[in-house]
């Protein structure tokens, strides 16, 4: 069969973990960590840090909708950050961290008002996960991409992306390329 590409961009906190759970999955060929949803041209990892660009570190998905849909992707991403929280993930603080979905098409804006809809009652607050049209990508800083395959010992990666890690193996093994090993 031949492959459907479509790009689905996430922002969840800090990309080198959405990057290492998207690159996870069956049918994903790539996930890019970078920057989506400010007002500022090619920003950099330091502008982006300093909350002043209206950027979100994000992760731009690549994936064959024949092998996966946009709403496993969806399932994944709501099920590995925590979309009640206004601009932090865990002790990563500041608007560069908020939840958002950056849809690509009118398809993707309805499965994810849908699927917020359907999760509503599965979260302790309200979800806050910002929905806004995709406009701009940029790619974040070599040092960047494929940072938790590159530095699965670094106490960050232990510490925050393994447990992502093995939630995701727990339910979503079924998506996953491989079983996931630390």
Known sequence: ?????ETAVFGGGCFWCTEAVFDALKGVISATPGYSGGHVHNPTYEAVSSGITGHAEATKIEFDSNEISFKD?????????DPTTVDRQGNDIGPQYRSAIFYTS??????SEEYIKKILDSFSGPIVTELKPFEVFYEAEDYHKQYYELHKDAPYCRVVIDPKM??????FGELLKKHIKK
């Open 106 to 111: 009118e398809g993707q804006r309805k499965q």
């Open 73 to 81: 992707l969806l399932a994944v991403f709501f099920a590995t950050h």
């Open 1 to 5: 069969m031949k492959q459907q590409m």
């Open 166 to 171: 093995e939630k995701l193996q727990k339910q």
